[in-house]
């Protein structure tokens, strides 16, 4: 038997079909409920394909995550609008940095005579405002992080839908959002923490004078000096190849000013500080690199206590999960940063690996010792302006040099700030506590 050809066999089908449907009415009638169905689930999709397109090519989406730096200035603004007012699924929160923005409420004052204020921040919800002439819906977002009984804390998110068709208005909005915290961010200095892969801004301190600090030695006006340089020799380093980048070690016993000397620079210099501990848990090497690699631009880098991780080269504990290379070449990668300034603080200088603290990776080891009887005395008339240098030195006379922490006394000049007798009547109960100043005891011993 021989087989038909193609074009045969689909004429002879065409045939067939055409004699059924004229022939057969549950034939038409199965045909027709198949087309009205597919109409009907065709006009039931249509709108949502309309307003897809419609979505589209007529509005834009700017979508931005709780941990980048353009968070804080567009919820800032946000929270500024009349309408961000209206949005009403607020959370209260008593430690709060301005560039959160918020309605603030002051309820009462404290024994000090402090101010008690809460803020109120929008969370969740949507407002719709009129921005330059385009719609623009805003949307916060508070998601729960952790699956389960996990709870990790929230994370935050802004989402601003625009009805417009170019892009221009982003930039315009970028702009006035950073302007608007920018020009209130005036001489204070931003701190920033690890959050995952990036920085969160913890908060915004003013600057401190770094005339407020009290040293004998030329220490602040040693650095200032050394980071001035650093900062106006972009083009020397670029000509000599060599990495634009500038380290210094501050080490001496707690309590003595290195973490309040970062935070003065800084605000000398109009930069911030991100300040990271390397106990932090779960930092591993993948993620101090990106740490280093997505610093905040105009930000010094604290490193905190880099003996509390590794004695030598060995970590300290099981737990840690950084290794000693990774540490390293964080600190030397090309993801590093050009024109990075990192300080890093220990009070424990004999447990560091050499490697770690070389030049290039601090360029400068700086000693910020116990307190003198100059600096006891400069502590002193800090207290008292009023009190004669001679006054001031006969009694930080009493107390040998560098043995008690500047921290240590200013915590007793606070605890009697408004009685100035007792200052002169318990100094000599000064002591440096147990576990800070072995030198305290040699001299008494001896
Ligand atoms: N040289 C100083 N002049 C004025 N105040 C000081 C000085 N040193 C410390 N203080 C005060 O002591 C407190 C603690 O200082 P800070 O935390 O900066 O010390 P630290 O050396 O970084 O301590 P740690 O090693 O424990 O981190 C601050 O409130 C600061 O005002």
Redesign the pocket.
Known sequence: MTLPDLPTLWTELHGLIRHTLATNDLAQGGLLIAALSAAAMYARTLPGMLWSRLKHHMTLTLDVQGDDAAFPWLAAWLAAQPVGRKLSHLGVVTRFNEQMGGQNLTLGTDRDGDEINVRLVPLSGQVLLRYRGHWLLARPERQRRGQGEQHLGYSHSLTFRMLASSRGIVPTLLQEAYTFTAGRADGKVEIYVPQYEGWRLVERRPARALS????DTDLVSGLHTDLQAFFADHDWYAGMGIPYRRGYLLH?P????????VAALAGAFGLNVCVLNLATPDLNDDRLTSLLANLPRRALLLL?DIDAVFLGREPRAPTVKLSFNGLLNALDGVAAGEGRVTFM?T?DLAGLDPALIRPGRADRHLP?ANATQA?LAG?LRRFWPGWSVEDAGQLAAQIPDGVLS??QV?EFLLERRADEPAVRRDWQSLRPRATGCPTWINLRAG
Request: charged residues 10%; without cysteine; proline residues 5%.
């Open positions: 407020s600090l009290i040293y001496g707690p309590g003595n000013g290195k973490s309040s000397l905190e603080t009070n910020v600096q502590m500047m921290a200013q």
